[in-house]
């Protein structure tokens, strides 16, 4: 019986060692188990931070990127609006060149433009002011015939110089003279 409680003994003191052993196992096993989760949140923490620094870098390009761009539209805008002004201006220069380039005739009511060749305005101008003295004879045949052989030559030489203007000014001369005559016209 001895041996049977002696058997008893040792059966129950390995049982002991091998539960403390088991025991000792799944500390260690817990315990690497943390270190283990611990080792992996702050790697996923530091991943999550590397993207979030990535997105806060990308946005801030694009933030950059759409102010830039925004900048570059308004410049654009302000350009071309300040071309549109210059444009505008231009425009009324012109006009005001036209305008100044326009002669008045002796004659009221009639306006002698600017003609690319300088003769036919001056042609015009003449021809204006002798239309002026036409209608001051007032009907008087003698000054009627002292003035016949200036109109005469005036209008020979408006027609040899309107022969050389192109379609437009020719309508322009054409125009002009017409209203000249039709001035004279009440007086003959």
Do not use: H, R, W
Request: proline share 2%; with cysteine.
């Amino acid at each position: 019986m001895k041996k049977i409680v002696l058997s008893i003994f040792v059966v129950g003191a390995l049982m002991f060692s091998s539960c403390k052993k088991a025991t000792e196992g799944a500390k260690e096993l817990k315990d690497a188990t943390t270190e283990a989760a611990g080792t992996v949140a702050n790697e996923a923490k530091d991943a999550a931070n590397v993207v979030a620094e990535g997105a806060s870098d990308a946005a801030n390009a694009v933030a950059d990127g759409a102010k830039e761009a925004a900048t570059k539209v308004k410049d654009g805008a302000t350009d071309a609006a300040n071309a549109v002004v210059e444009g505008a201006e231009s425009a009324v220069e012109g006009a005001k060149e036209a305008v100044s380039g326009a002669k008045d005739s002796a004659l009221a009511g009639i306006t002698i433009p600017s003609f690319a060749n300088e003769a036919v305005t001056k042609n015009l101008t003449e021809y204006a002011t002798y239309a002026k003295d036409y209608i001051a004879a007032n009907g008087n045949l003698g000054k009627i015939a002292a003035l016949a052989p200036k109109g005469a030559a005036l209008l020979a030489e408006g027609k040899k110089l309107a022969s050389k203007l192109d379609a437009s000014e020719l309508m322009k001369y054409k125009s002009v003279l017409s209203n000249i005559q039709s001035k004279m016209a009440p007086s003959k």
